[in-house]
């Protein structure tokens, strides 16, 4: 289904209307990606398009505003002297969009989850048992050493995406944060039987609302205190490691690079701009 569901928007993007036609059709494509964890009844399926078609509005009129002057704010900087302050008050301003969208959209999962049906529980936790487990076979047998090349490989990848190509500097910054940050890899596999544990929880109270919306609130807000003491530990860690580092890398962009950082972000504006019209 996911393959099939990137097909049709890489089409339509492809075709010259991608944008509209994916922001106009979010009910759809919301219902296409729950359905790969749980078949969806028609008062289900009625339930997101209606929630979604309603927060059109209020995202056109106040949320996309806000991403364009956060995009403004961006374009505005200068790499060379960005700092930590500066990098962490971008970095809420993307945590609070975020949680935004989920306070909108929070009274609606709890519909949703509230009259899920017996099977539909079964079903849902066994795909998510199922993801769990080829996430563990995927990375158990993995060295340290493998994983933090894998961090690096993607810490790179993550970077070209935006920047382009990195200098020999930024390459050996970045083979520095990877050999500096902790591997968490096998502490997520406690973290995801412990996130099964409280979603069954969590469907076994789900006629009371009170309670459901409390479990669910805690999931979907404060996933965080599920973590274990080391996971949480170590994530903090690498989560201060990962903001210096960064920090440097943008430090040192060449002129080349923050032209294709700024034409990146021009593009993204563009895009916002658009769905506004």
């Not at 309670?211 to 170590?234: F, G, N």
């Amino acid at each position: 289904m996911n393959r099939w569901l990137v097909a049709v928007i890489m089409s339509m993007m492809l075709i010259g209307c991608g944008t509209k036609f994916i922001y106009d059709n979010l009910d759809w494509i919301a219902i296409e990606y729950i359905e790969d964890f749980v078949e969806l009844n028609e008062q289900q399926q009625n339930l997101i398009s209606e929630s979604i078609q309603r927060a059109a509005v209020w995202h056109r009129s106040s949320e996309i505003p806000a991403y364009l002057s956060q995009l403004d704010e961006l374009l505005l900087l200068t790499p060379a002297t960005l700092s930590q302050q500066q990098f962490k008050q971008q970095e809420l301003k993307f945590r609070e969009h975020s949680f935004r969208l989920l306070d909108h959209f929070f009274p609606a999962i709890v519909d949703v989850v509230a009259n899920m049906s017996d099977k539909q529980v079964e079903q849902f936790m066994n795909v998510v048992r199922v993801r769990h487990m080829q996430f563990k076979q995927k990375h158990i047998n993995r060295s340290d050493l493998d994983l933090r090349f894998l961090y690096q490989k993607r810490i790179e990848e993550g970077l070209i995406e935006w920047i382009g190509p990195l200098t020999e500097q930024q390459l050996l910054l970045v083979k520095s944060w990877s050999e500096e940050l902790k591997v968490t890899t096998p502490l997520w596999f406690e973290y995801q039987t412990q996130v099964r544990v409280e979603l069954s929880k969590m469907f076994a109270n789900r006629s009371q609302r009170r309670e459901l919306e409390s479990s669910l609130h805690k999931i979907l807000y404060d996933p965080q205190q599920y973590y274990s003491q080391p996971l949480e530990a170590r994530i903090e860690h690498n989560s201060q490691i990962g903001t210096r580092y960064l920090i440097e890398i943008i430090n040192v962009m060449t002129v080349k690079q923050t032209t294709q950082l700024r034409n990146e972000l021009t593009d993204w504006r563009e895009i916002a701009y658009e769905l506004t019209l």
